[in-house]
Nanobody, 124 residues
Framework: QVQLVESGGGLVQAGGSLRLSCATS????????MGWFRQAPGKEREFVAA????????YYADSVKGRFTISRDYAKNTLYLQMNSLKPEDTAVYYC?????????????????WGQGTQVTVSS
């Protein structure tokens, strides 16, 4: 079992920045690939970013490429999502997720563990 707890969401003006954190725990959590997803009201959950279990490779949705950065601190068992140049369309509940097997994926169904989510609201 892998447990995930997100934090760091909040209200920010357009153009601002936020850093989301996801505390991970459980057996062999470090061997899992990690991802960030988001879900806006009335929309399906969508992929944001993913990180290979080794931390070597990353993968981003086109809508956030160049603005968001996913990273991981293995010593602190924490996943991060640094979000810069935020836009109103980034408003959503953000979820971190873990995927066994270690390789990255943009597919929601391939992630077996999810956090409870943290709200990010970007005002115009």
């Amino acid at each position: 079992q892998v447990q995930l707890v997100e934090s760091g969401g909040g209200l920010v003006q357009a153009g601002g920045s936020l850093r989301l954190s996801c505390a991970t725990s459980g057996r062999t959590a470090s061997n899992y690939a990690m991802g960030w997803f988001r879900q806006a009201p009335g929309k399906e959950r969508e992929f944001v970013a993913a990180l290979h279990w080794s931390g070597v490779s990353t993968y981003y949705a086109d809508s956030v490429k160049g603005r968001f950065t996913i990273s991981r601190d293995y010593a602190k068992n924490t996943l991060y999502l640094q979000m810069n140049s935020l836009k109103p369309e980034d408003t959503a509940v953000y979820y971190c997720a873990a995927r066994s097997g270690g390789s990255t994926s943009y597919k929601t169904a391939e992630y077996g563990y999810w956090g409870q989510g943290t709200q990010v609201t970007v005002s115009s």
